[in-house]
């Protein structure tokens, strides 16, 4: 009997890891076409890794938020994306970007698995807690499937947030200053729940955004220490 891991349809595609020429040219030709529409600034590269499995976990505002994300950081970032998007054109293209699909509203197995895999390979993993876009509205109620990872393959979080990317082509032919800021990792503690490190990744997070964008993450209760 075939199992379901066999039976995917997703393990007959190749999923990069890791960067090639193909995605470095794709990167390029990206970025040209974004800083026609953003002027970028990058704050806390100290607290980037330059090598070591690790997640980067970020605020998220709008399907935009991947570019300067990579762009910040000098490391290939493995994304996981929303599966509909590979039965697209740009299936091919995003899988040279080293994102992969997740069928999201239910337990997706198989991107689990892949997950797994780019950081048992020394690789970054990025992700979005809330699993889905605020469009600008503040940080929504996280899921814990970041700190869960986090956890079960013992490796940091680098909270990331991200600045401004709702206004993307809407100044045009005036430029949208976006920021991209790397706060200090977060690492797994032997005590931790997913709940709780869940807690304390977006608290994090909300005390690097601005007070309009921190949502339901905006006060923190009393005796709650990061």
Same mark, same amino acid.
């Given at each position: ?19 090639? !020429?193909?995605? @470095? ?11 026609? *529409? ?14 070591? !499995? ?13 570019? $300067? ?34 069928? %999201? ?7 689990? @698995?892949? *997950? ?12 979005? $807690?809330?699993?889905? %876009? ?25 909270? #990331? ?23 200090? $990792?977060?690492? $797994? ?23 309009? #964008? ?13």
């Amino acid at each position: 009997m075939s199992t379901q891991q066999d039976a995917d349809p997703r393990d007959r595609k190749k999923y990069y890891l890791e960067d090639t !020429s193909a995605r @470095r040219l794709v990167l390029w030709l990206v970025r040209n076409l974004f800083n026609t *529409a953003m002027v970028m600034k990058v704050e806390g590269v100290e607290n980037f890794p330059l090598d070591g !499995s690790v997640i980067i976990a970020a605020n998220h505002v709008t399907n935009f938020d991947v570019f $300067p994300m990579q762009f910040a950081v000098p490391r290939v970032i493995c994304f996981m994306g929303k599966a509909e998007l590979f039965n697209t054109v740009l299936d091919p293209l995003l899988r040279v970007l080293c994102a992969f699909p997740v069928y %999201r509203g239910e337990k997706d197995e198989w991107a689990l @698995r892949h *997950a797994r895999k780019v950081l048992a390979h020394g690789q970054i993993l990025g992700m979005f $807690p809330e699993g889905k %876009r605020s469009n600008g509205k503040g940080l929504g109620v996280a899921k814990t499937g970041t700190a869960r990872m986090a956890i079960e393959m013992n490796c940091p979080i680098i909270p #990331m947030t991200v600045i401004g990317t709702d206004k993307f082509f809407k100044q045009f032919p005036h430029r949208s200053a976006v920021t991209v800021k790397l706060l200090p $990792p977060i690492l $797994p503690n032997p005590n931790d729940t997913p709940l709780s490190l869940t807690d304390r990744l977006m608290f994090t997070l909300a005390s690097g955004l601005p007070e309009t #964008m921190r949502g339901v993450y905006a006060e923190v209760p009393k005796g709650f220490g990061r």
